[in-house]
């Protein structure tokens, strides 16, 4: 990670925590896991949340990356 980067970082927000270890308990990659249904994985992520930042863990987030552009042609009212 180069200075560039690290100054980019910023502190995620208890949403964006509690939905990324949300989304950890419900999919294993890609793949459904039947296991934790979607209540019990929001509880448990805001949980695991509170404990963290009780523990004094701070969660840095890198920004959103740009949406890609779905076409390599000029649009054709833009000169």
């Known amino acids: 990670m180069t200075d560039d980067d690290k100054r980019e970082l910023r502190p995620a927000s208890d949403?964006?925590?509690?939905?990324?270890?949300?989304y950890a308990l419900r999919y294993e990659g890609r793949?459904?896991?039947?296991?934790a249904d979607?209540?019990?994985a929001r509880i448990t992520a805001e949980r695991?949340?509170?404990h963290l930042q009780r523990c004094g863990y701070v969660v840095l987030k890198e920004p959103d990356a740009a949406a890609p552009s779905t076409s390599g042609h000029r649009h054709p009212n833009t000169d």
């Open 15 to 22: 949403e964006e925590i509690e939905q990324s270890l949300s």
């Open 31 to 35: 793949k459904r896991v039947r296991q």
């Open 48 to 50: 695991l949340r509170e």
């Open 38 to 40: 979607d209540a019990m």
